[in-house]
Each structure stands twice: as structure tokens, then as C-alpha cells.
Nanobody, 113 residues
Framework: VQLQASGGGFVQAGGSLRLSCVVS????????MSWYRQTPGKERELVAAFFGSGATNYADFAKGRFTISRDNAEDTLYLQMNSLKLEDTAVYYCNVVQGAPYWGQGTQVTVSS
């Protein structure tokens, strides 16, 4: 099983980034597919989740700014992040739970003023 995350980088506050996570080795779209983030000294926290039913869930800080989506044809999970703030700076991880949890390697997002 491999989760390959990409799309992180440097962006100014107010800008946008789109993260991608290509999933291989497990059936795409079943189970729970999520994005998490982590900053040094803090616990990893949920950003957004996509359930097998198609329902989504967002952390309060992500509502109205971030959108989780998926492309079943490309086996790719996305996180569109708009109106980025300094406090969104973190390493972002994709996660799939299908019986067991699988994690991507993380992609750094740095928001500057």
C-alpha cells in the first residue's frame, strides 16, 4: 500500500494550494479517506475526511476554506485549501482507513505573511 502526497509548498497568507494524494495497493474510495496535519510539538489533527458513503467532515478551522475531494478514475484524494492563514503552516498527511490505517509521507505547507 502506498499513499503518495504532493502539492505542498510556500504560499503567502490569503493564497491557495491544492494537495494531492495518489493511493495504490488498496481499492480506492472505500473506507475513510482523510487529510491530517501536524506542527512541531502538537498532536496530529484531522483536517477533513471523506467517507465511503460520500459524506464529508471538516475540522472547524477548515470549514468554508478547505475542500476535500477525490477522483476515482485517478485514485487520487485532494485537499483544496483557500484563504490560507499563517496558522495553517504544518505538514499535511493523507490517511486511508480500510481495516488498518495507512499514511502518506506528508507534504509541508508553509504560509508566510
Amino acid at each position: 500500500v502506498q499513499l503518495q502526497a504532493s502539492g505542498g509548498g510556500f504560499v503567502q497568507a490569503g493564497g491557495s494550494l491544492r494537495l494531492s494524494c495518489v493511493v495504490s495497493g488498496i481499492p480506492f474510495g472505500s473506507g475513510i479517506m482523510s487529510w491530517y496535519r501536524q506542527t512541531p510539538g502538537k498532536e496530529r489533527e484531522l483536517v477533513a475526511a471523506f467517507f465511503g458513503s460520500g459524506a464529508t467532515n471538516y475540522a472547524d478551522f477548515a470549514k468554508g476554506r478547505f475542500t476535500i475531494s477525490r477522483d476515482n478514475a485517478e485514485d487520487t484524494l485532494y485537499l483544496q485549501m483557500n484563504s490560507l492563514k499563517l496558522e495553517d503552516t504544518a505538514v499535511y498527511y493523507c490517511n486511508v482507513v480500510q481495516g488498518a490505517p495507512y499514511w502518506g509521507q506528508g507534504t509541508q505547507v508553509t504560509v508566510s505573511s
